[in-house]
């Protein structure tokens, strides 16, 4: 088990800047490596680092259990190595990555952002309403000098809620293409 400390280690500094860049740089629009490489299709580096500290722990428990035959150690040593060379020149490159062109993804809200966005909408959808029944009422109770006002409000007080309507279904939109393409 000495042998694999310096890999601990590496993994360990891995994982620290692994996070720091997935904090400044967020999710990338595809996944960030080879699905032969990494099985989780992460589309950010912690994934990663987890599944090659699991590679790693894998062949440390079929060793300590007498179960790793020659072949096996072989594939894996080569998998771990594979994988650690890889997230080591990603995390390389960076500063060339800064300078790459953003991909339209990036500059799209968080789902969770969309939902707070809907919520806000249905909120002021629901109060358009109720202001829209209110002019409606005053418009009702108008005397005949005060009816073109009170039309016009009305009238107003509809294209707010109209235009609150579209773009309520524009992020319900948003939502339900985001969720169908995860």
């Keep these: 088990m000495n ?3 310096p890999l601990v280690s590496t993994l360990e500094h891995l994982a620290v800047q692994a996070a720091q860049i997935d904090r400044k740089r967020s999710e990338h629009h595809q996944p960030l490596f080879d699905e032969t490489l990494f099985h989780c ?20 428990r079929e060793q300590d259990s007498g179960r790793l035959t020659t072949l096996r150690a072989e594939y894996l040593t080569e998998r771990l190595f594979a994988q650690l060379s890889a997230l080591q020149r990603e995390i390389a490159t960076q500063p060339i990555r800064k300078n790459e062109p953003k991909h339209y993804s990036h500059y799209q809200k968080p789902i969770n952002v969309l939902y707070q966005e809907l919520a806000q ?31 016009q409000a009305l009238l107003s007080t509809e294209q707010r809620l109209e ?8 992020i319900e939109k948003q939502i339900s293409y985001r969720e169908r393409h995860q």
């Design 3 to 5: 042998h694999l400390k």
């Design 41 to 60: 299709k992460a589309r950010l580096l912690v994934p990663c680092v987890k599944e090659t500290q699991s590679t790693l722990n894998t062949i440390v």
């Design 121 to 151: 909408h249905q909120d002021w959808e629901r109060r358009l309403m109720e202001m829209a029944r209110d002019k409606l009422a005053e418009l009702e109770c108008a005397p005949p000098f005060a009816q073109q006002n009170a039309q």
């Design 163 to 170: 235009r609150c309507r579209v773009s309520k279904l524009k």
